[in-house]
Each structure stands twice: as structure tokens, then as C-alpha cells.
């Protein structure tokens, strides 16, 4: 189950696919952006065993789907290059409390929402899209994203007590959802 406090509607991912490079662009970066983050983990936190296997493997997985991603572009003649990102992950960040332990299980716990939304929407596009090769790209990667939203509210069960996770869970879900509801009108898996 995706802990996540508000629904994408369904015509999103219509106009999502209606600018299909701009979507695959961005998911691309997505994709490198989520390893990198695992990544940055591992190095700020090495003293927390508990991270270093499920992040190194997750990393992997995400550096995967990246590759994934640029062979869709490929056949499509279409090429990897600079977007704008949306503000999504930047201001979902915002909140991230400065002390420890409280910092790390919020990393991982907005972390766990950008899985969840991606999980979401990448149901939604696996729906959509007309074109069998795009359908099974997203419904191939829906499964992945399910998990690691598991992996990371896992790892912040580790990192605080359950209790006090399932609470912050729950205003960081208000809170994505909320820059969700602002984020600007652009072809991107989070806006
Ligand atoms: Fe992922």
C-alpha cells in the first residue's frame, strides 16, 4: 500500500504522454537522480550498517532503470539532454529536520513518497499509453518503485521508532502532497 495523501487524476497521464520526450527525459533524470540519492546516503551514513546492503542494491536497480529509460529514447531517435527539473523533490526536501536521528528518517521517508508518486503515476501511464513498448516500460518499473517505497520506510523504521515514523510519514505525505498541488504546469513525472 502507497502511504501517500492525495490521488492523481487519471487525465494527468494523457497530458503527460502528449509530450512524450519531455516525459522521457525527465523520467531519465529521475531515474539517475534516485540512485544518486541512494548513493549520498551511503556515503553520509556509513557508520549505519543497516543501510549500506538494501541502498547499494537499490542504487543498482535505479542506475538499471536509467538504462531502461535511455534505450526508450533511443528507439525513438530521441537523445538524453539538459531539462529543467521540477521543483518537486527540492521543495519536498524543504522539511527535512537538521538534527539527527530526525534527519536521516526524514531523507528516507521523502524518499519513500517520490517512490510511492512515481509508483502511482507510473500505474497511470502503464494504463494510457497506447504504444505496448511504453505500457510494459511503465508497468515493468511500477513493481520496482512499489518495493523501494517499502525498502525506504523499512530503513526509517530502523532509523527511529515505529511509531514516531508512521506520525512523520503522515505529515510528510500532507506536506508532498501539498507541493504536488503547487507545482508548475510541465511535462514531468512530478508536476
Ligand atoms: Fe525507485
Redesign the pocket.
Known amino acids: 500500500m502507497l502511504r501517500l495523501a492525495s490521488s492523481t487524476e487519471p487525465a494527468w497521464a494523457a497530458r503527460a504522454l502528449g509530450s512524450l520526450e519531455e516525459l522521457l527525459i525527465d523520467h531519465a533524470h529521475c531515474e539517475k537522480k534516485?540512485a544518486g540519492t541512494a548513493l549520498r546516503l551511503l556515503f553520509s551514513y556509513p557508520h549505519h550498517d543497516f543501510l549500506q546492503q538494501p541502498l547499494a542494491r537499490?542504487a543498482r536497480?535505479?542506475l538499471a532503470?536509467f538504462e531502461e529509460v535511455l534505450a526508450a529514447l533511443r528507439v525513438r531517435g530521441l537523445r538524453l539532454r539538459p531539462q529543467r527539473p521540477a521543483p518537486y523533490a527540492g521543495r519536498l526536501r524543504e522539511r527535512v529536520r537538521r538534527s539527527e536521528p530526525g534527519r536521516l528518517a526524514d531523507l528516507l521517508l521523502c524518499s519513500a513518497l517520490i517512490?510511492a508518486r512515481?509508483c502511482e503515476r507510473f500505474g497511470l501511464l502503464a494504463r494510457a499509453a497506447a504504444e505496448p513498448g511504453l505500457a510494459s516500460l511503465y508497468a515493468g518499473l511500477l513493481e520496482?518503485?512499489a518495493r523501494?517505497h517499502g525498502v525506504y520506510l523499512d530503513l526509517a523504521s530502523e532509523a527511529l521508532p515505529r511509531e514516531h515514523v508512521r506520525a512523520r510519514l503522515a505529515e510528510l505525505a500532507l506536506h508532498e502532497a501539498q507541493v504536488l498541488s503547487q507545482a508548475p504546469e510541465l511535462a514531468r513525472l512530478h508536476a
Open positions: 534516485a537499490l536497480e535505479e532503470h517512490e512515481s520496482a518503485e523501494h
